[in-house]
Each structure stands twice: as structure tokens, then as C-alpha cells.
């Protein structure tokens, strides 16, 4: 039985979904400040795509052709 899950679809590279761009999250890092002389939260944007797991089913599911025979 044929099922569809990441593990053989063609999106899947490396653990990361390839199916959609990357998903931009913004992440709020402390940095130094020069005139307060203190730490201030600065927005730090990160761009990832999601992780997934070979056992996870795929909505957008395609077969990974191989060109390896």
C-alpha cells in the first residue's frame, strides 16, 4: 500500500518542505545599545522552510521521480 507521506514526495529535501517558499518569521534578539549603554530587543527577520518528518502525510503530495534506474 502506497501511502502520501513526505519520506517519497518530491517536495521533501533534507527534512525541509520545498513546496512553498520559505516562511519569514521575525525573531526579537537582544543587542547592545551604544547610547543607553544597555541591552534593547531588536527585530531580526529568519526565513525557513518547514520541517517535516518522513512519516507525516502530504497534502500536496508528489511522487520524487528518480532518474536513477
Known sequence: MN???CKTC???IDSECRRYPPQVSVV???V???LTKGPTM?????CTFPMVE????CGEY???ISLNA
Request: net charge positive; glycine share 0%.
Open 42 to 46: 531588536q527585530p531580526n527577520p529568519v
Open 28 to 30: 526579537m534578539m537582544p
Open 54 to 57: 518522513d512519516d507525516l502525510y
Open 10 to 12: 518530491k517536495y521533501k
Open 3 to 5: 501511502f502520501a507521506t
Open 32 to 34: 547592545r545599545n551604544v
Open 62 to 64: 508528489e511522487v520524487k
